[in-house]
């Protein structure tokens, strides 16, 4: 797994904040976040940055509240990428969509640690 920013305590704090239904949320945040790749995919194809970076600013808040940094600043990039080259916009998705698929990882990871 490749070394991502990730802060477990601010997971383990939610988890435990959570308790029942926290694996619900897990499943909610993935359900959400790989809708909103398929979406913000079709709206660079389409040009449509408004929606691009309307998707960044959604992205960036729930991946910080299970503590992905790393992956809350390239929503971030992504929200503030107005006036980008689509070279740049196209980039920043696919650092998105890679940091996403390590967090995936880490967070199925952590859970079964977890149980």
Known sequence: MK???FNKSEFFSLAESMDEVFPELVEV???ETESSIDNMKNHIQDKDWASVKDIGHSLKSSSRTFGA???S???FKIERSEHSSED???SLFQDFVSEYEEVKKLILQLQSESN
């Open 3 to 5: 070394d991502i920013n």
């Open 29 to 31: 945040f993935f359900q």
């Open 69 to 71: 940094i790393g992956l």
């Open 73 to 75: 600043d390239i929503s």
């Open 88 to 90: 740049e916009v196209n």
